[in-house]
T-cell receptor
Framework: DVKVTQSSRYLVKRTGEKVFLECVQD?????MFWYRQDPGLGLRLIYF???????EKGDIPEGYSVSREKKERFSLILESASTNQTSMYLC?????????????FGPGTRLTVL | GDSVTQMEGPVTLSEEAFLTINCTYT??????LFWYVQYPGEGLQLLLK?????DKGSNKGFEATYRKETTSFHLEKGSVQVSDSAVYFC????????????FGSGTRLSIRP
C-alpha cells in the first residue's frame, strides 16, 4: 500500500514564527502536492512538484514556499505564520505526470496559529 | 476555468436509505472524474473514478456514471450504512488544468442508526 506520512497531526504556532510541515511518501512517486482544507472551500492547491528540486505554484501560494530536495520528501514552509493560515494541511502524491492519476493523501496536519 | 460544483451538506440519512450526492463540472475537453472520501480524522482516499464518457465507476457499493451530455458525475448508493458517514469530494483532472486535480467543496454525510 502507498503510504504518505506527515510529520505532525496537530501543531500550534505563534504569529510570525517560521513553520515547517514535512511530508514523506514511500512509493517512489514523481508528483507531490500540498493543499489546505477549509470548511466550505474544499481543498485548495498551494504548491506542487513534478520532480526533485522542481516546484510550481498552485492556486494560493502567497505566504508559503516549498522544498523538494529528495524525491520522497516535500516540505511546506510558512515563512512568517499568520492567523489566517490556521487550517488543515494535506499532502498528496501521485505516480507520474498523467491524466487521471489517483492522488494518495496523508492524514493531514491541523495547524493553529495564535 | 475548470470547476466542480457539488451539493452542499450536511446530508443526514437513516441507515439503509438511498443516497445521491449531485456533482456537475465545467471543463474543456474530456476530463477524468473522481469521487474521494474523507473519514473522520483521516486524509482523503479515492472512492471511484471514470475516465471517459458513459464509464461507470464503482466501489464499496457506491456508483457514479460519467455523463458528458449533462456534465455530471452523481454519486449513488442503494443502502447506506453508519460506516459511510464521511465527507465526500467530487473532483476532476483535465489537460487544461495541467493535470492537477480540482476538488469540489465537499459534502458531509451523516447516517443515523
Amino acid at each position: 500500500d502507498v503510504k504518505v506520512t506527515q510529520s505532525s497531526r496537530y501543531l500550534v504556532k505563534r504569529t510570525g514564527e517560521k513553520v515547517f510541515l514535512e511530508c514523506v511518501q514511500d512509493m517512489d512517486h514523481e508528483n507531490m502536492f500540498w493543499y489546505r482544507q477549509d470548511p466550505g472551500l474544499g481543498l485548495r492547491l498551494i504548491y506542487f512538484s513534478y520532480d526533485v528540486k522542481m516546484k510550481e505554484k498552485g492556486d494560493i501560494p502567497e505566504g508559503y514556499s516549498v522544498s523538494r530536495e529528495k524525491k520522497e520528501r516535500f516540505s511546506l514552509i510558512l515563512e512568517s505564520a499568520s492567523t489566517n493560515q490556521t487550517s488543515m494541511y494535506l499532502c498528496a502524491s501521485s505516480p507520474d505526470r498523467g491524466l487521471a492519476d489517483t492522488q494518495y493523501f496523508g492524514p493531514g496536519t491541523r495547524l493553529t496559529v495564535l | 476555468g475548470d470547476s466542480v460544483t457539488q451539493m452542499e451538506g450536511p446530508v443526514t440519512l437513516s441507515e439503509e436509505a438511498f443516497l445521491t450526492i449531485n456533482c456537475t463540472y465545467t471543463a474543456t475537453g474530456y476530463p477524468s472524474l473522481f469521487w474521494y472520501v474523507q473519514y473522520p480524522g483521516e486524509g482523503l482516499q479515492l472512492l471511484l473514478k471514470a475516465t471517459k464518457a458513459d464509464d461507470k465507476g464503482s466501489n464499496k457499493g457506491f456508483e457514479a456514471t460519467y455523463r458528458k451530455e449533462t456534465t455530471s458525475f452523481h454519486l449513488e448508493k442503494g443502502s447506506v450504512q453508519v460506516s459511510d458517514s464521511a465527507v465526500y469530494f467530487c473532483a476532476l483532472s483535465a489537460y487544461s488544468s495541467a493535470s492537477k486535480i480540482i476538488f469540489g467543496s465537499g459534502t458531509r454525510l451523516s447516517i443515523r442508526p
